[in-house]
């Protein structure tokens, strides 16, 4: 990979990972309902599980979508209906010490897991391999996977700690409530552009 395609792959990966979108929006929830410790499995299934989803479609499941493009609508149609529940979730968690005490943040395995139903991580890992790896060799794809994991810890820990921050602000019930219904509403939002392709 040349320097230039280097640079262009790093600015792709920044703009896509630091942007508002359903992991970030989750992680800042996270952050402030759980804290940072108990949020880390969350934050780690997302930092790994986005760069590790990116190999098997640069490798073949993109091909699948291109043969089948009905597949690929049946995916986001299904996508769409997981996030809108998320957002439920989201909207209707409790105060903080209710959750401290009958709720948990996502584990490792449901947000690495949640990357293969997540719209915009689909986009990230399709628009990436097309860009930055378009004749689909083993080692430009696992470098694109590798650039992924390290942009990808910084924005999942800035977007967690971020929410860690705000969480003294929020022991306000009030407040949180209009924070989770903030949130769970950005969510849906984030799936307009889905809604608009479907």
């Known amino acids: 990979m040349t320097l230039d395609l280097f640079t262009a792959l790093l600015g792709f990966a ?4 630091f942007t508002p979108g359903p992991n970030n929006l989750m992680l800042v929830a996270s952050g402030a309902n759980f804290g940072l410790r108990r949020s880390l499995p969350h934050l780690s299934g997302v930092a790994l599980g986005f760069p590790l989803m990116t190999v098997p479609v640069g490798l073949g499941i993109m091909r699948v979508f291109e043969a089948w493009p009905p597949l690929y609508t049946a995916l986001k149609a299904a996508a769409l ?3 809108l529940y998320l957002a439920w979730k989201i909207a209707t968690a409790g105060q903080i010490k209710q959750a401290d005490a009958h709720a948990r943040p996502l584990t490792f395995l449901q947000a690495a897991a949640f990357q293969w139903v997540n719209p915009k991580a689909w986009s990230m890992a399709l628009g990436a391999i097309t860009l ?4 689909r060799d083993l080692g430009g794809i696992l470098f694109i996977a590798a650039t992924f994991l390290t942009i990808g810890l ?7 700690t971020f929410g860690t921050g705000i969480r003294r ?16 509403a950005l969510l849906v939002a984030a799936m307009l552009p889905v809604l608009v392709g479907l």
Request: net charge positive.
């Open 81 to 83: 209906i997981y996030m």
């Open 132 to 135: 930055y790896a378009p004749s």
């Open 14 to 17: 920044a703009a896509t990972l």
């Open 169 to 184: 602000w929020l022991a306000d019930p009030h407040r949180l409530m209009w924070f989770n219904r903030t949130m769970a």
């Open 154 to 160: 910084v924005s999942a820990a800035t977007w967690t």
